[in-house]
Every structure is written in structure tokens, then in C-alpha cells.
């Protein structure tokens, strides 16, 4: 079960980091770094706001709805989630007055927001009913959406805020097509014991969902307020581009483990769910690993072969730290969260996420006068190393999370042996592009599939050996 609604959310994020990379193909040669800005600013406030009011309602319907057939809160979470589309106007007076953004990238934030969480409402739906198909549809259309929507009206002379509009358009889209999915029939009327349930359950994720959204953007937010838009464009660029390589093996695995771990806890007890907890991280990371540490030796070729002209030097610089970055936020996000939802103790997600934002504000403050994008880069590793130490600790008091150092080894090992000979033949051929880059990565990905079958990490070669047995046999 857990390889097959991994392999089909690979699908889906596989082709959402696609299109993603093609966008910031497109959009680094189509808009300066200022108005690149103007886009990194809006989603990453639209990223807190979306986290404070809507976070609440989709985390609560993976929660609850993820325990079975017989538990159905769709309509309960509906009502929830208009009830926070209410509150939106009070977000875009907080967000004009108190933080001091502009009016229009306010407004630009507002409604990026509303879209987010309404797709994000959809898709936790069809996560917790395990139908993946659906999922990655979605996700598929939502991408393709997107990107068509923001590079016409960015060519129309929109700038950065037709990026904004375009990626909204993508989601509101994306939501109304895949509604029937989503909304099918028997439903369960609205309930009020549940919506108070969600709410007890809701409102610290949504204190905890705030603090992280705070955290994920600080470094932009800050960047941008004292180094300008460029700044903010410059370094905004690099981060997506790793985002969007890290974030799709991270979230092909992690939207199997939540639903299926609650799933294995409910219906089999905490043995079954712990065993299903060793096999996931260990999934996890075998694919997220050697994505960091591959991309972090092959940034410079990466980022000439991917960024407009004004982006690349720095990003070059900046990737390689920032992959680490993603790498301890995935381990902390994707994996040590789940002892919270399991526990049911949201209440320790919200200090975890404060920990995580007090070591990151800490370092920020020391780092980014003295050392501009690097110290904030810096500054993010820090902080997201920080928070998988802390997570951890917090898990004995809610689901204790088995740790199991044979798969860590055997994934580093793996790792490992597939760096070495990428870095020699990067070092050892000349500059010469995408020829260079491609024979790079090719050599990673061969080494990396052989130590990996002969390890036999996560049971892949015990399950390709099943596969091929009955086969065999026939």
C-alpha cells in the first residue's frame, strides 16, 4: 500500500516540480529580480495567512477523516473553512497596517491565500480517503493551470503580480474541476460536536501552522526589507528551484505516511503503526537524500542551465546551502510531526514550530546584517537542524518515534558511494553546459540505483524480487 500510493504521488508532485521548474525557467528571463520580488513577498505572506486561518481546517480533516470509512466531517469542514474565508478581510487590515505591506501586495496575498486553502481543502480530502488518483489529478491540473494562467498575463504586462494571479487561477481552477471528486455523495451532515472537535483540535495547528508559515518566510520577508525586491527575487529564485526539487520526493512519500500511519494505529495497534513509521523514514530518506546531495554538487551547472542571466551567480552560491536546509525541514516536517498527529497533541507542534522560529529569528539577526543571502541561507540550516533535534525530543511525550540506525546507515552509505563518483567526473570535465550536467546526473543516478538495490533500501530489492518471481515461475 505504501509503495503504491507513494509511486502515485510521486506522479502527481514529479509533474507539479516539473512545470515548477519550467515557471522559474520562464519567469527568470521574463521579469527582473524586482519584480520577481514583488511575487516572493505576496506568496510568502499568502503562506502565512493561508497557515493562520486555513491550516486548522485541513490539518483536522486529515486527522479525523484518515481513520476510516465510517468517519466522514466533509461538510463540518466546509463550514469551517467559510468561516475562516470571513475572517479574510481582518487578515488584509492586519497585513496593510501592523506588517506594513503595500496594499496591493496585500490584496495579491488575500486572494492567493483563499485559493491555497481551498485547493489544500480538496486535496487533504482525497489524502485521507486514500484516493491518490484523484490527488495527483488534481495536482497535475492545478500546475498546468497555473503556469498557462501567469505566462499570459505576465506577456499581457501584469509583472509579478500576474505571477500571483496566475498561481491563484491555478488553484481555483484546479479546486472547481475536482469538486465532484471531493464532495461525492453519501455525505455526512454538518455536525457541531465535530466542528467544536476541530476546533480544540484545530486551533493550536493553527498557532502552530502561523509560527511555521513565520518561519518558512522570514528569510524572504527579511531579505526584501533590507535588501529590496531584488534581493528578495535573487534569493526567492534560488529557494524555489531547490523547493521544488526537495519538495517533490519529500511529498510523494509524506502523503502516504499520515493517513496510512493513523490508519495502521487505529485499526492495529502502536506496533503495526511503528513499523509502518521505520519503513516510511527510511523511504524518506532514500529519495530526499541523494536529491540534496547530488543538487548541492551539481548547483553551478544547475543554476546557468535553469536561471535568467541576473539570478545565476548568486543562486549558484546559494543552493548548495540551502538544500540542507530542506533536507533537516522534510526530516522535521514529513517524519517527526507525525508523532503529534498520531498523539493527537497539536499543542506540541506549536512548540516545536517556536523553537524552530526562535533559533531561526536569532540567527537571522546575527547573520543577515553581516553576511546579506548567505547568512540568511546559513541562518535557515541552523534553524531547520535545530528543529529535527527538538521535534524529536518532543515526541516522547506524544507517539515516541522508533529509531532505527540500520536504514539511516544504509541510506548514507548509499548516498555515499553515489557522491563520490559524481563529484570526481564533475570536477574532472570541462564547463560544458547542459552535456556536463546531464552526464553528471546520469552517473549519480546509476551509482545511486546500484547501491540502493544492493543495500536493499526500504525493501526495494526484495520487493522488485517478489515482483519477479511469480514471473519466474509462470
Do not use: C
Not at 469538486?179 to 480544540?200: A, E, H, I, N
Amino acid at each position: 500500500m505504501l509503495i503504491r500510493q507513494t509511486s502515485t504521488y510521486m506522479v502527481a508532485h514529479g509533474t507539479s516540480a516539473a512545470l515548477g521548474f519550467l515557471s522559474v525557467i520562464l519567469f527568470t528571463r521574463l521579469l527582473s529580480p524586482a519584480e520577481y520580488g514583488i511575487y516572493v513577498v505576496a506568496l510568502s505572506v499568502a503562506g502565512i495567512i493561508s497557515a493562520l486561518l486555513f491550516t486548522w481546517v485541513r490539518l483536522s480533516v486529515l486527522r479525523f477523516e484518515s481513520e476510516g470509512e465510517a468517519t466522514d466531517i466533509r461538510l463540518t469542514a466546509l463550514a469551517a473553512y467559510l468561516v475562516s474565508v470571513l475572517t479574510l478581510p481582518a487578515a488584509l487590515i492586519a497585513t496593510v497596517w501592523f506588517a506594513h505591506v503595500p496594499l496591493d501586495k496585500a490584496l495579491a496575498a488575500i486572494l492567493l491565500a483563499a485559493a491555497l486553502g481551498l485547493f489544500e481543502l480538496g486535496q487533504e480530502i482525497l489524502r485521507a480517503r486514500l484516493d491518490s488518483t484523484s490527488y495527483m489529478r488534481a495536482t497535475v491540473v492545478r500546475a498546468f493551470a497555473a503556469l498557462g494562467i501567469s505566462y499570459g498575463l505576465v506577456q499581457m504586462g501584469w509583472g509579478g503580480f500576474g505571477l500571483v494571479a496566475g498561481v491563484a487561477g491555478g488553484y481555483i481552477i484546479a479546486a472547481a474541476l475536482f469538486s465532484p471528486w471531493v464532495w461525492q455523495g453519501p455525505r455526512k451532515p454538518f455536525d457541531r460536536v465535530t466542528f467544536r472537535t476541530m476546533l480544540g483540535f484545530g486551533i493550536p495547528m493553527a498557532m502552530s501552522g502561523g509560527v511555521f508559515a513565520f518561519h518558512s518566510a522570514l528569510d524572504r520577508l527579511l531579505v526584501a526589507y533590507l535588501l529590496g525586491d531584488a534581493a528578495a527575487g535573487v534569493y526567492g529564485a534560488a529557494a524555489d528551484l531547490v523547493r521544488q526539487i526537495i519538495l517533490f520526493p519529500a511529498l510523494s512519500v509524506a502523503s502516504a505516511i499520515v493517513p496510512l500511519a493513523i490508519r495502521s494505529l487505529a485499526e492495529d495497534g502502536v506496533e503495526a503503526a511503528d513499523a509502518h513509521l521505520t519503513r516510511s523514514g527510511e523511504l524518506l530518506l532514500a529519495v530526499v537524500m541523494p536529491a540534496v546531495v547530488g543538487l548541492a554538487i551539481v548547483a553551478p551547472h544547475f543554476a546557468a542551465l535553469i536561471l535568467g542571466p541576473d539570478f545565476r551567480d548568486t543562486a549558484a552560491t546559494l543552493i548548495p546551502i540551502l538544500v540542507f536546509a530542506w533536507l533537516f525541514q522534510t526530516i522535521s516536517q514529513q517524519f517527526v510531526q507525525v508523532s503529534f498527529h498520531l498523539a493527537k497533541k497539536p499543542s506540541l507542534m506549536v512548540a516545536h514550530g517556536t523553537a524552530i522560529l526562535v533559533v531561526n529569528v536569532i540567527a537571522m539577526a546575527l547573520l543577515v546584517p553581516r553576511f546579506g543571502l548567505i547568512g540568511a541561507a546559513w541562518s535557515l540550516v541552523i534553524a531547520e537542524a535545530a528543529g529535527v533535534v527538538a521535534g524529536y525530543l518532543l515526541s516522547q511525550k506524544a507517539h515516541p518515534l522508533p529509531l532505527a540506525w540500520r536504514p539511516v546507515a544504509r541510506v548514507i552509505a548509499a548516498v555515499a558511494i553515489m557522491a563520490a563518483p559524481t563529484a570526481l567526473l564533475d570536477r574532472a570535465l570541462p564547463d560544458g553546459g547542459f552535456v556536463t550536467f546531464a552526464a553528471t546526473v546520469l552517473v549519480g543516478v546509476i551509482a545511486y540505483a546500484l547501491a540502493a538495490l544492493a543495500l536493499d533500501i526500504a525493501g526495494i530489492r526484495t520487493a522488485l524480487m517478489e515482483r519477479l518471481r511469480p514471473a519466474a515461475q509462470g
